[in-house]
């Protein structure tokens, strides 16, 4: 369980689409400079001895986020200025709009494989497990049953009918 799905680039990618959405060419122009601020700072921060306020908990995570997110506000102004568009439509961004459908991939697939784990806990959790002694004879059959089969003799009991 615990792959991560969704890395820095996928974030910045799902955030500046949703941010940029209707966004003129100059507004993005401004988010790509507010982006070369945090980066710089980000990065500054980093050389830092000291973290504070709110580069303290991980400040390369957060340096990570903010090239990332500059490095997608940077492809949407590079997208407005190839089409013309005077705002941005995520609908006509073709590369956002496949990054986005390979995310909803990812995550359904995870939601799925989540659901038959969470399904096999279930299952696990219901099964019944008991114990019971044997006298040594009835162990060293079953043992020796288990053996030819191929099973161990927790296999062989479980598999056996029940009277």
């Known amino acids: 369980m615990g792959a991560v799905i969704w890395n820095p680039e996928d974030a910045a990618r799902d955030q500046v689409r ?15 400079d507010t982006a070369v601020v ?18 303290a908990p991980d400040p390369q995570e957060l340096a ?5 997110l500059l490095t997608e506000w940077q492809r949407v102004a590079a997208h407005l ?25 990812r995550s359904a697939t995870a939601l799925r ?5 969470a399904e096999q806990q279930r299952q696990r959790r219901d099964e019944l497990h008991a ?14 049953v288990a053996a030819r089969a191929g099973l161990s003799p927790n296999e062989v009991l479980a598999s056996s009918p029940s009277g």
């Open 38 to 55: 945090r980066v710089r700072e980000t990065r500054e921060e980093l050389r830092s001895p000291t973290p504070r306020g709110e580069f």
């Open 131 to 144: 114990e019971f002694r044997v006298s040594a004879p009835a162990g060293r059959r079953i043992r020796a």
């Open 64 to 68: 990570d986020r903010w090239a990332a």
């Open 18 to 32: 949703r941010q940029a959405a209707g966004m003129s060419t100059h507004q993005v122009a401004r988010a790509v």
């Open 113 to 117: 494989n989540h659901a038959a784990w």
């Open 81 to 105: 200025a190839d089409s013309g568009a005077g705002l941005y439509d995520g609908d006509q961004d073709e590369t956002g709009s496949a990054w986005s459908r390979e995310r909803e991939e």
